[in-house]
């Protein structure tokens, strides 16, 4: 067996938007040499030289792959200890600020986009979940949808600001995805959209998904109950969540305050 079978199997597991992700890294020629290498007559100085080509996503796939031959029974021992894997050094995820995202708004010509930032902004979704937002998902001002990603619930209010824009781009429809523009494009060229916008804005360290960081982090700032917040997000995961809002700037209130309202 080679590696190409074991990194097919692997490349076919998870939701549609995983496997997209994996296919992404699965596609660069640098995995080309280890598809057609013998499972058991791999050394680790072939893992080396695939990880020196790649970053952390590369990482974590070939892990995954040694696993899933490990697992299958196609090798008896890891090809390379953890120990000897290099070093990545990972790359600090900031949250955008309100300022950022103002000046980004206001320098989008597309109506499209400046709904799509909004949306990011007030709900904090990913934005393959917010490019598909759909007409009918919207209930009032309560807008309920199935992440992508694991399929977990995530419903929160909208505030009337962002209830205009949507019924704005809807024009009168009842049903379809609110920016079928934008749910058309890819996830990889939104992104890079993005950029573009953020280097005429002379904005650095943030990308869309800084957006979900941002929401976190206020939601965090503001006091909302975790359980809470775990919902509107559609984390399953209080450690996970905890990740996303470990930036927020928060300030205890004057102990003697409290003090004062409880006897009131």
């Known amino acids: 067996m080679n590696w190409e079978s074991l990194i097919n199997i692997y490349a076919s597991t998870g939701k549609p938007v995983t496997q997209q992700r994996k296919a992404n890294e699965f596609k660069h020629s640098r995995w080309d040499r280890l598809r057609k ?8 100085t072939d893992f080396l030289d695939l990880m020196h080509q790649g970053g952390q996503m590369t990482q974590i796939y070939l892990s995954a792959v040694q696993q899933l031959a490990l697992d299958i029974g196609a090798r008896t021992h890891v090809v390379l200890p953890r120990k000897m894997w290099p070093k990545i050094t ?9 300022n950022e995202h103002r000046t980004l ?10 709904t799509f930032l909004q949306i990011l902004w007030e709900t904090g979704a ?24 694991t399929g977990r619930r995530a419903a929160q209010r909208i505030s009337k600001q962002l209830q205009r824009m949507l019924a ?7 049903q379809g995805y609110f920016l079928p523009m934008l749910e058309r494009t890819c996830a990889k060229d939104r992104a890079s959209m993005f950029r573009r916008a953020c280097i005429r804005c002379n ?12 929401w976190a982090e206020r939601a965090f700032s503001e006091g909302m109950p ?27 209130p004057c102990l003697s305050d409290c003090e004062n309202v409880e006897e009131n």
């Open 226 to 252: 975790e359980r809470l917040a775990m919902i509107a997000l559609g984390h399953n995961s209080a450690a996970i969540h905890r990740v996303y809002a470990k930036g927020a700037n928060v300030v205890a």
């Open 37 to 44: 290498l013998e499972v058991d007559q791999t050394s680790g």
């Open 203 to 214: 904005i650095v360290g943030v990308t869309l998904h800084s957006y979900r960081y941002a």
């Open 90 to 98: 990972k790359v600090t995820k900031r949250a955008i600020t309100e």
């Open 168 to 174: 704005s781009v809807a024009a009168q429809r009842t």
């Open 126 to 149: 990913a934005q393959s979940d917010a490019a598909s937002f759909r007409i009918e998902k919207l209930k009032g001002d309560i807008l309920e949808y199935n992440r992508m990603k």
């Open 105 to 114: 708004c206001s320098n989008m010509q597309s109506r499209s986009w400046r």
